[in-house]
Structure formats: structure tokens, C-alpha cells
């Protein structure tokens, strides 16, 4: 397990001490100098507060572990431990592309129903708008009808009172021809 900190790289029990230490920083390789933008950290300033405890104790666990006889027993369960958190979060994927394709699903069983909605209350307004329309049609043909029963109606009057004027004119003279005598 060592390899993973970067330890024994070569040959069995080379290398099994600590990390080299880093390089001395050399005086003006940082930045180049002071170019007026105020000051720089050098680089021990970065790693004053760091902490090497807990990677002494990682590699300190690794070198144990890679001298115990449970060694490979170890590298398998972690291997195995990996692969099932692996397979948790395959299925996590799953379930979560599952539960978006049904929302998916689901909105279009939505639009469709909002469109059917739609269109069946667009049927009722053009079917209703039609029964209006029809009705002002009927009415319009009543209203024609008794407009035309009355004009009808006048006409006849009329004409029946033509008819008296002529009867009466016809008496009238019929009595004047008879008073008169015979030419």
C-alpha cells in the first residue's frame, strides 16, 4: 500500500524511509524579483500551518499493513469495498435517471391531457357558437316570414279596398246613369 504515498518505488526495501525533505527556496527564483506588486508569501509561508501528522500516520498504517500477512486480505477488501460503492452509486444513477424519465413521462401524459382539455373545450365553443349562429339564422327567417305575412297582409288590404272603391264607383256610377235617363 505504500506505493500509494509515493514510497518503496524501487525493488523490495528500497526506499522505505521518509520522503525526501523539499529543496531550500533560493532567493529570487519565487517571482522574479521585487516587481512592485507588493509582497509575496515565500514558499515556507504556504506550508507553516500544514500539519504532517495525520500523513505521517497514513504512512506509518501503509508500512504496517504492507508488512502484515493480511496485506493482500486488506488491498482485496478495499478493492471490494470500492467496487460496491461503485455499484451504490451506479444504482443511485440509475434510480435518479429512472425518476427522470418518469417525470418525463409523466409531463407528457400532463400536456396531453392539458390538450385534450383544450380541444374538447374548443369543440364546445364552436359547437355552441354554431347553435348561436343557427338560432340567429332561424330568427332572422321567422322575422323575414312575418315581415313578408304583413306585406301580404297590406297587399290584400289593399287591394280589397281598390276593389270596394271600384264596387262603390261602379253604384255610383250605376246610380248617376240611372237618374239621368235614358239618352
Known sequence: M????????????????????????????????????????????RW?????????????????LEHSRYAKDALNLAQMQEQ???LEQQSKLKEY?????????????????ERRKTLSEETRQHQARAQYQDKLAQQRYEDQLKQQQLLNEENLRKQEESVQKQEAMRRGHGVCLQG???H
Open 2 to 45: 505504500s506505493w500509494l504515498f509515493g514510497i518503496n518505488k524501487g525493488p523490495k526495501g528500497e526506499g522505505a524511509g521518509p520522503p525526501p525533505p523539499l529543496p531550500p527556496a533560493q532567493p529570487g527564483a519565487e517571482g522574479g524579483g521585487d516587481r512592485g506588486l507588493g509582497d509575496h508569501s515565500a514558499p515556507k509561508d
Open 84 to 86: 460496491t460503492l461503485q
Open 48 to 64: 507553516s500551518n500544514f500539519d504532517p501528522t495525520g500523513l505521517e500516520r497514513a504512512a506509518k498504517a501503509a508500512r504496517e
Open 97 to 113: 435517471e429512472a425518476a427522470v424519465e418518469q417525470l418525463k413521462s409523466e409531463q407528457i401524459r400532463v400536456q396531453a391531457e
Open 180 to 182: 239621368r235617363g235614358p
